[in-house]
């Protein structure tokens, strides 16, 4: 169905609950990856999926389609991944750790990380990103989204998003030449 559709379905009587786990079974695998790149570990993505699918649910009411649901919702995951880890750093400054080592170790430990050397190093690297910069890196080059949508998910120049995918790309380059 198209998103559309799926908001139309929405908005008739007594069809909510199953619009919308129509939603969350056309989007909640895109939006389980997109924050999986940014956190790193599957079970604080599984815990922000939820928290993503439980904003959705009660403010989909007032989504005013100023914006494409797909963007919308990546906007909200987008948005607790960063809060999330904005809480993780601070926790870690407090208890005075290395919080992209913390970052390194669950990849090293993931059970459900199922790549080989290169991409687990590859991994790594985008982890070493400052957040904004990895959600940025993240849609654009896993996800594949074009500057616009990134644009509408971040509130971010197009502009500023092409210099911070391209400032993400060196780093990554930089941090791949170093370590192969």
Do not use: C
Request: charge should be neutral; charged fraction near 30%; proline fraction near 1%.
């Amino acid at each position: 169905m198209e998103d559309k559709d799926l908001l139309e379905l929405y908005r008739e009587d007594g069809k909510q609950r199953y619009a919308f786990n129509l939603i969350v079974d056309k989007y909640s695998e895109r939006l389980y990856w997109h924050i999986r790149k940014m956190v790193a570990s599957h079970d604080d993505a599984n815990d922000i999926l939820q928290n993503t699918l439980l904003k959705a649910w009660k403010n989909l009411e007032g989504f005013r389609e100023e914006s494409r649901l797909y963007t919308w919702l990546y906007r909200i995951a987008t948005n607790e991944s960063l809060t999330f880890l904005k809480r993780a750093r601070l926790k870690a400054t407090l208890s005075l750790s290395d919080y992209s080592k913390q970052l390194e170790n669950q990849l090293e430990a993931d059970a459900y990380f199922n790549g080989d050397d290169t991409q687990r190093l590859f991994r790594k690297a985008v982890l070493k990103l400052p957040d904004k910069q990895r959600a940025v890196f993240s849609m654009r080059y896993f996800d594949d989204m074009k500057y616009e949508d990134i644009s509408e998910v971040l509130g971010t120049s197009v502009g500023a998003l092409k210099a911070s995918y391209h400032h993400a790309f060196q780093k990554i380059q930089n941090f791949l030449k170093e370590h192969v």
